[in-house]
């Protein structure tokens, strides 16, 4: 089993940054492909950014390109996501989730094995 904690969430002015984190422990961190989604209100979970096991490869929403990175230390067992210029419409509850599956670049809420509880951003205009 693996238990995912998010952290780094909170309120911030558009154009702002934050970086989120997501400390991971149990079975083997490295084997895993980490994923970030986001839920808004009314809105549906959505995919935001996805990291291979190796950190090699990466994959984006398209709203969120070249503006956040996500990136991995697997001796931290932490995946990190940064968000630079942050938009009101990036307000949500971040998730991280793992999956012991091989990369892809879009993965789907429902393939994830394990998720963290989320972590609150908040973007005002």
């Known amino acids: 089993q693996v238990q995912l904690v998010e952290s780094g969430g909170g309120l911030v002015q558009a154009g702002g940054s934050l970086r989120l984190s997501c400390a991971a422990s149990?079975?083997?961190?490295?084997?895993?492909?980490m994923t970030w989604f986001r839920q808004a209100p009314g809105k549906e979970r959505e995919f935001v950014a996805t990291?291979?096991?190796?950190?090699?490869?990466?994959y984006y929403k398209d709203s969120v390109k070249g503006r956040f990175t996500i990136s991995r230390d697997n001796a931290k067992n932490t995946v990190y996501l940064q968000m630079n210029s942050l938009k009101p419409e990036d307000t949500a509850v971040y998730y991280c989730?793992?999956?012991?599956?091989?990369?892809?670049?879009?993965?789907?809420?429902?393939?994830?094995?394990?998720w963290g509880r989320g972590t609150l951003v908040t973007v005002s205009s």
């Open positions: 989730a793992a999956d012991s599956l091989a990369f892809r670049p879009a993965p789907a809420p429902e393939g994830m094995a394990y």
């Open positions: 149990g079975r083997t961190f490295s084997s895993y492909v």
């Open positions: 990291i291979s096991w190796s950190g090699g490869r990466t």
